[in-house]
T-cell receptor, first 117, second 110 residues
Framework: GAVVSQHPSRVICKSGTSVKIECRSL??????MFWYRQFPKKSLMLMAT?????????EQGVEKDKFLINHASLTLSTLTVTSAHPEDSSFYIC?????????????FGPGTRLTVT | RKEVEQDPGPFNVPEGATVAFNCTYSNSASQSFFWYRQDCRKEPKLLMS???SGNEDGRFTAQLNRASQYISLLIRDSKLSDSATYLCVVNSDAGNMLTFGGGTRLMVKP
């Protein structure tokens, strides 16, 4: 099946700094990628939909100026958490839509665990 | 009301037991339904899609009841390796967005 990678897998940063997370589709081109956030013992919440070459669409309640998304190529989307605060500590997971098969089919990356101290 | 609701559990069952999870969804226009499995600190992985006619994959059986807007997952002959969180997922629009339930935690004991 399709493979999606994320980097880094784990990051610890100080409050006020920015962190960039990369999401790559390794063996297919993904015109659409999704960014999710998962707090402990909670479900995945969609943060934004990232489309190659255009601005991301953010879900209600997600600050676009704080969570910067760039989808500059068909295999790479990045999420930058700016001026991180401890409450931003979470598990961030990206997914990429399969270019073939069903339109809903998504492949998930392994996730990035962010801890803000 | 949440779009997709699940009993969070945990369900503690002995090996070999049969266990069933239910999930309800609020959007009657929902089109596609899935069960995902998520292990601790890992990404979710598709377990199976849920079809109107019901479908079975080995020890796993999924059912969809559109009239009552619920989805079920039955696991027979539980294995220790089945211990995980099972996420009910619904695709509610013509686009690509998936809505996740809160997950049901299963713990299979020896």
């Amino acid at each position: 099946g399709a493979v999606v990678s994320q980097h880094p897998s784990r990051v610890i940063c100080k409050s006020g700094t920015s962190v960039k997370i990369e999401c790559r589709s390794l063996d297919f081109q993904a015109t659409t990628m999704f960014w999710y956030r998962q707090f402990p013992k909670k479900s995945l919440m969609l943060m934004a939909t990232s489309n190659e070459g255009s601005k991301a669409t953010y879900e209600q309640g997600v600050e676009k100026d704080k969570f910067l998304i760039n989808h500059a190529s068909l295999t790479l989307s990045t999420l930058t958490v700016t001026s991180a605060h401890p409450e931003d500590s979470s598990f961030y997971i990206c997914s990429a839509r399969s270019p073939v098969g069903k339109s809903w089919e998504q492949y998930f990356g392994p996730g990035t665990r962010l801890t803000v101290t | 009301r949440k779009e997709v609701e699940q009993d969070p559990g945990p369900f503690n069952v002995p090996e070999g037991a049969t266990v069933a999870f239910n999930c309800t969804y609020s959007n009657s226009a929902s089109q596609s339904f899935f069960w995902y499995r998520q292990d601790c600190r890992k990404e979710p992985k598709l377990l199976m899609s849920v079809y109107s006619s019901g479908n079975e994959d080995g020890r796993f059986t999924a059912q969809l009841n559109r009239a009552s807007q619920y989805i079920s997952l039955l696991i027979r002959d539980s294995k220790l390796s089945d211990s995980a969180t099972y996420l009910c997922v619904v695709n509610s629009d013509a686009g690509n967005m998936l809505t996740f339930g809160g997950g049901t935690r299963l713990m299979v004991k020896p």
